[in-house]
């Protein structure tokens, strides 16, 4: 099964809203404003971790319904998040959560 474009698009978002367990983008949209209160910074990471799981699991070639659903996106994500949280935002740190959402998905499939 391919992924449509609507698909594709809302796959970072679903996968937000996975961290508590619900698959929907505007509820991943809702979660991803609440961190914003908090801080943009941790919210773009949230979205970019969640956006790198998702281009991870198309390049490993993993099932279309799975990164539809988000579960391709949850863990990168709250990676992320805790990388922009414990590190001090700097080249490095951010090559690291990239890294390491690389691994993450490398490790499930």
């Known amino acids: 099964m391919e992924l449509s474009t609507s698909e594709l698009l809302s796959a970072p978002l679903i996968g937000v809203s996975q961290i508590f367990v619900v698959n929907d983008p505007l509820a991943g949209a809702i979660i991803v404003a609440g961190i914003a209160s908090y801080s943009r910074g941790c919210a773009v990471h949230t979205v970019l971790g969640s956006t790198v799981g ?7 070639g993993a099932d279309a319904n799975e990164i539809a659903a988000g579960l391709w996106g949850f863990n990168p994500a709250l990676t992320s998040l805790a990388v922009s949280v414990f590190f001090i935002q700097t080249p490095q740190s951010v090559a690291l959560s990239a890294g390491k959402l690389n691994t993450q998905g490398l490790i499930i499939f």
Request: proline share 0%; no cysteine; aromatic share 0%.
């Open 54 to 60: 998702v281009g991870t699991a198309m390049a490993l």
